[in-house]
């Protein structure tokens, strides 16, 4: 072996371990990446289910599938405040997509400051959803 096939050798070791550091420093960024944008990803997602039952349950205010059990629609807000909405509306079922004809109640209220107080953001607060009288439920699916 000659002098100039250990120059080869040695020129080819030293571009593979370049190569390789630069394949290792990308797999960290797209690992990196993927961490950091999979979480926010996964916020938008909840922000969006949590925006759709809005929409879909204050869309429903004063419906009934029935319209003789509830004539007058207009009467369908029971009390609304800047903390709380509590409202008469006809749920729909697995097996009534539509309503099953009888009146249920719904609230939306904000819970108290105090009960999110790890957050870094002092203001956080879950927003519950009652129907009729059953136990509240956390809606807020990490949306602050």
Known sequence: MGFG?????????????????????????????????????????NLVDVVKLLEYDFRKIGY????????NPALGIIS??????????????SAHPFGDGVLDTLKYYLGPTSEL??????????LY????????RGSNLGVT
Not at 80 to 93: C, E, G, K, M, V
């Open 64 to 71: 009934c599938a029935n319209w003789n059990v509830f004539p």
């Open 5 to 45: 096939a250990l120059l080869d050798i040695l020129g080819s070791t030293i571009i593979g371990g370049m190569l390789l550091m630069i394949l290792l420093r990308m797999n960290d960024a797209a690992v990196k990446n993927n961490y950091d944008y999979s979480g926010e990803r996964i916020v938008q997602q």
């Open 129 to 136: 959803r009652v129907v009729n009288s059953t136990t509240p």
């Open 117 to 126: 107080n790890i957050t870094p953001n002092p203001n956080d607060r879950l």
């Open 80 to 93: 609304a405040d800047s903390n709380r909405i509590h409202f008469i509306t006809d749920l729909s079922t």
